[in-house]
């Protein structure tokens, strides 16, 4: 291999994974100037250092990553950002995750060995290829306890992997369906001129289905059985130098699913945990924090999270925080930030 192509790859430097790796914000500060964003005001507000994005090895939390693109479709104005940078973010621009496919056999191996890769690029992450009978569904989701706004991430991702498709199908392939798990933005008719299928949304996953016929036998053009093994080979000890989630962050990834059965119980999210109750008790004070507190810190979060949501009654945000009652959540939500969620969302409109 060649030091160009080592480059290109992104096989140095090579840092522990404790988020997402930079490649997947390859280009993202000139593509954001494109869309007529300030630069310096979207990587301030989520906390990111330009520098960070040179090193593709180098980790960016996933709760800034997410972050910066959703502030960068407000602040630029353009709603579909994420499906405009993911429309023209080809797979080498990815660096390891992308050579990954482009290096792989078949396109079938392609889309297998992207997907048992990508933890090692990104954590607290559900991907999976599922098959489906006639066709396989490919399946992304962020599974980030604090991670509430993603729409960006996920019309971006998908876009990575129809153009790792449309890489050896050709610039015209469509796939089956698509779809996404959050509700239809205002432009939703771009979407399905950019994947050229039916795309549906507020589905339970964001999800490309794929007809095997399409894929099965066809050759990548880049093929290259050792480039593949010293890829994967790097992308695996990345991983194993830290590519884990926190406590914490999985602890709030637990409550969040579990509010919507009523109040979280301690015992029952430490056995989720693998932990015992004391145990998770005495992980949390380590941080500075009760379980009580991570509840309330949880609950604070999804209450911002609903109420951004527009079309959602407020009606009905009571049952999903895990209150038996409209007033409680009103309460707490007074307790919280001194207004009524009313009020709240009136002053944010």
Known sequence: M?????????????????????AAASG???FIRAQGGDLDRVFGRAGIDPEQLRHPTLSLALTNYCQVLEEAARQSGCD?????????????ALGLLGYVGLCSETLEDALRNFAAAFPYHQHSTLIRLVDCGECYRFDYQVQHGAILDR???????????????????????????????????????????????????????????VPKADIRGRLMPERDANLLFLVQDVIRRLGEQGNRPDLLEDAGTQIRLALGEGEPV?????????????GLQ????????????LVENTR????????????????????????SETSAF???????????PRQWRSHEG
């Not at 604070?300 to 209150?323: F, N, T, V």
């Open 2 to 22: 060649t030091p160009s192509l080592f480059s290109a790859a992104g096989l140095a430097p090579t840092a522990s994974n404790i988020g997402v790796l930079s």
């Open 28 to 30: 993202l500060d000139g």
């Open 80 to 92: 579909n950002f994420g499906l405009r940078y993911g429309q023209q973010f080809q797979p080498r």
């Open 151 to 209: 729409r960006q991430d996920a019309e971006l991702t998908m876009g990575m992997a129809l153009n790792l498709l449309r890489h050896a199908l050709g610039a015209d392939w469509t796939p089956r369906a698509v779809g996404f798990e959050h509700a239809r933005p205002d432009g939703w008719q771009e979407h399905g001129k950019v994947f050229g299928a039916p795309v549906h949304f507020q589905r339970g996953c964001n999800s490309l289905l």
């Open 266 to 278: 301690l015992e029952l999210i430490a056995e989720r945990l693998e932990l015992t109750a004391a």
């Open 282 to 293: 005495r992980r949390l004070r380590e941080a500075g924090l009760s379980f009580s507190q």
């Open 300 to 323: 604070r979060d999804l209450a911002l999270h609903y109420l951004r949501q527009r079309q959602r009654p407020i009606s009905e945000l009571a049952p999903l925080l895990g209150y």
């Open 330 to 340: 009103s309460r707490a939500f007074r307790r919280w930030f001194g207004v009524s």
